[in-house]
């Protein structure tokens, strides 16, 4: 598993920092918004499961996880955990205070909200 991050952290830390990619990571990571920094947010579309996703960016020399879970019918958002990871992805740091926050369309985690919703076929999305 350590491994796996490892390599997981690094490929998204290329893609988010500069854009490039190969293309099978570019169909799985949908860039939803960027940061202060100019760097890309993306929705990991191969973990989404149901309503619930996750959304990667860059965090110093690593990356952060943030895991959400939207409640379509209700337009409602709520954050699961935030993980941040090293650039040799160990985990650094952790979060689990789950809670709801505001749904923002056009913010990265509202984005990422609505393509999971189009995604189940949840009326009005």
């Given amino acids: 598993m350590y491994s796996k991050i490892g390599g997981m952290v ?3 830390a290329i893609l988010l920092s500069n854009g490039s990619a190969i293309a099978e990571d570019t169909q799985r990571y949908i860039t939803v ?7 890309s947010v ?8 149901g309503t619930t996703y996750k959304l990667y960016g860059m965090y110093g020399d690593g990356i ?5 879970d939207a409640s379509c019918k209700e337009s409602r958002l709520f954050r699961n955990r ?4 090293g650039s040799e992805g160990q985990l650094l740091q952790e979060d689990r205070e789950k809670g709801e926050i505001p749904f923002v369309a056009n913010s ?12 189940i076929g949840a009326d009005g999305w």
Wanted: glycine fraction near 12%; hydrophobic fraction near 35%; charged fraction near 20%.
């Fill in 42 to 49: 993306a929705l990991d579309t191969e973990t989404i499961k």
């Fill in 82 to 85: 935030i993980a941040i990871y």
């Fill in 10 to 12: 690094g490929a998204i």
């Fill in 33 to 39: 918004g960027h940061d202060k920094l100019g760097n």
């Fill in 108 to 119: 990265s985690p509202g984005k990422g909200m609505q393509i999971v919703c189009q995604k």
């Fill in 64 to 68: 952060f996880e943030t895991t959400f």
